[in-house]
């Protein structure tokens, strides 16, 4: 044999130490793609049953949220109403809202609220 059939030789066990690498990696990959795909198909059936109770919670806050809503805008509407017509009042009877104010200050010195400075005095001047 002669240094051309050594190296045909040579040449030909490295093509068969290729050949079975390459095989054992397409075999490695192939599992790894086989265990993806068991992964995959597990988390979408769990995912699958979550995602339909996320659904069905949402939609029962959703009820109660609505109606909040709506109450919200009625008190919303209501208090606009009455600001509105406390103070066409207090625009239209500035001498009475006077009048009323000084009336509740004497109905809170007559409860007995603390006498202030004058009153005081008075009373300290008429013993």
Do not use: C, W
Not at 15 to 31: F, K, M, P, Q, T
Not at 81 to 105: C, P, Q, R, Y
Not at 116 to 124: H, M, Y
């Amino acid at each position: 044999m002669g240094p051309g059939g050594i190296a045909v030789i040579i040449l030909s066990i490295s093509a068969a130490i290729i050949a079975v690498a390459i095989a054992y990696v397409v075999v490695r990959i192939g599992r790894l793609v086989d265990q993806a795909s068991k992964s995959l198909e597990e988390l979408t059936l769990e995912t699958t049953p979550l995602l339909e109770e996320v659904t069905t919670t949402v939609s029962l806050v959703n009820g109660p949220l609505h109606a909040i809503n709506k109450v919200s805008k009625n008190i919303e509407e209501v208090s606009g109403k009455i600001a509105e017509a406390t103070t066409g009042f207090a625009d239209k009877n500035s001498t009475a809202m006077k009048v009323a104010g000084g009336i509740l200050s004497v109905l809170q010195l007559s409860k007995g609220k603390a006498p202030t400075k004058r009153a005081k005095k008075r009373s300290a001047e008429q013993e």
